[in-house]
């Protein structure tokens, strides 16, 4: 099965807190990988979100470690639609 990956940068304003995570992501920019797969069987290209990744970049609160985690893509999308509306999670 034929897949990709999507690349790109969120931002939060405000501080946000995702499942699996023991502490609030502080404001600012973060990379988000979305892994998809092709569509077999069908007549034209189309490709289906199979995992969603976020970079939590190196700071004192996770031990100067970066961190990929795996995160549930409409919770993000949810949090981004929050953060832009000034409402906190």
Same mark, same amino acid.
């Given at each position: 099965?034929?897949?990709?990956?999507?690349?790109? =940068?969120?931002?939060?304003?405000? #501080?946000?807190?995702?499942? &699996?995570?023991?502490?609030?992501?502080? %404001?600012? /920019?973060? $990379?988000?990988?979305?892994?998809?797969?092709?569509?077999?069987?069908?007549?034209?290209?189309?490709?289906?979100?199979?995992? =969603?990744?976020?970079?939590?970049? #190196?700071?004192?609160?996770? &031990?100067?470690?970066?961190?990929?985690? %795996?995160? /549930?893509? $409409?919770?993000?999308?949810?949090?981004?639609?929050?953060?832009?509306?000034?409402?906190?999670?």
């Amino acid at each position: 099965m034929m897949t990709r990956t999507q690349h790109r =940068t969120i931002h939060f304003n405000a #501080p946000a807190l995702l499942d &699996g995570l023991e502490y609030p992501l502080g %404001p600012g /920019d973060y $990379e988000l990988n979305e892994d998809e797969e092709l569509i077999e069987g069908i007549s034209w290209l189309a490709y289906r979100r199979v995992a =969603t990744f976020i970079t939590i970049p #190196p700071t004192s609160a996770n &031990g100067n470690v970066s961190r990929m985690l %795996p995160v /549930d893509a $409409e919770a993000i999308e949810e949090l981004l639609r929050r953060d832009g509306l000034g409402q906190s999670a």
